[in-house]
């Protein structure tokens, strides 16, 4: 008897795990979309940055995704914007919110291109400016909005801790940052980034 019931609970565990393996998002869609938007629009059609903000910034949400072979290539924490300026966000630690105006220290859900590399003040002092390609993100550019790292970002998951807030910025690790500029260095065209939430 005691047998059964210790098989019981294995089952009940090992059916659980595959539960919660089967629930992990799927991102298909966003793939074959953001294919499309290179191909149509003159992008680096090899590869392209997707950052998902509804995950716990704790856990990895920043993903270079390969067109060619279907597959993620690289992952690592991001952070978001503290978005507290124009109204209280209790929540900002664990929820991005996401806001376009000036002075909003939100993230910017939409997708962006990805531009000049820049000298930054940050973590391995490389910056990419970030263009706004939507009405979501059209003010990227003057609110300095980039791509670039900070050393208080870690280089590996910390759930159920949460990673440092930003004014609206992607900030990677340093040691993730240096991976992501040898890459886009790379790039003879645009490389698309986005943001979704």
């Known amino acids: 008897m005691k047998f059964n019931i210790l098989s019981l609970v294995f089952i009940f565990y090992s059916c659980q795990n595959t539960v919660s393996i089967a629930q992990s998002k799927n991102y298909n869609s966003y793939h ?9 629009n003159n992008f680096d059609i090899g590869y392209y940055i997707l950052i998902d903000l509804s995950i716990h910034s704790g856990k990895n949400r920043f993903f270079v995704y390969d067109f060619n072979d279907k597959k993620v290539l690289l992952q690592n924490l991001v952070t978001h914007g503290s978005c507290d300026q124009y109204q209280e966000n209790p929540s900002k630690w664990q929820k991005a919110k ?11 859900k939409g997708k962006f291109k990805i531009g000049k590399r820049d000298y930054s003040a940050w973590g391995i002092h490389v910056k990419y400016w970030l263009h706004g390609l939507e009405t979501t993100n059209k003010e990227a550019v003057q609110r300095v909005v980039v791509l670039h790292s900070w050393s208080e970002v870690d280089n590996q998951e910390i759930y159920p801790n949460v990673s440092p807030l930003s004014w609206g910025c992607p900030a990677v690790s340093n040691e993730f940052m240096k991976r992501i500029d040898a890459k886009l260095k790379q790039s003879k065209k645009p490389v698309l980034l986005w943001i979704i939430g």
Request: glycine content about 0%; aromatic content about 16%.
């Open 98 to 108: 996401f806001d376009n105006r000036i002075d909003s220290h939100c993230s910017m």
């Open 32 to 40: 074959q979309e953001a294919f499309d938007y290179c191909k149509q």
